[in-house]
Nanobody
């Protein structure tokens, strides 16, 4: 019913930039918070950036200052922009979304993930 379509990712050179997008869709659903998380091998999944249904943004400490997230409510899409990537940014990046159905029940969804590799 709910689908998260992720795009972006791939090979990025050190010092380069990354742009990821996630579009949520689902008949009868209203979407709340949306954002991006990442997980590197041997590490816990961590917040990169997220935006609430009310428009409040949260940026992960490890990427603060070089990362922004924007939301297009009409398209239920969030765009992640990250600059000055280093090897520490290598991870699988996952889109996250919370959704409310017609009965106001809350659901959480995760995308399949897109791999980002920072290497020269």
């Amino acid at each position: 019913q709910v689908q998260l379509m992720e795009s972006g990712g791939g090979l990025v050179q050190p010092g380069g930039s990354l742009r990821l997008s996630c579009a949520a869709s689902g008949s009868g659903f209203t979407f709340g918070s949306m954002g991006w998380y990442r997980q590197a091998p041997g590490k816990q999944r961590e917040l990169v950036a997220a935006v609430s249904g009310g428009g409040y943004t949260s940026i992960g400490a490890s990427v603060k200052g070089r990362t922004t997230i924007d939301r297009d409510n009409a398209e239920n899409t969030v765009i992640l922009q990250m600059n000055s990537l280093s090897l520490e940014d290598t991870a699988v990046y996952y889109c996250y979304a919370e959704a409310f159905d017609d009965l106001r029940s809350r659901h959480e969804y995760w995308g399949q993930g897109t791999r980002v590799t920072v290497s020269s």
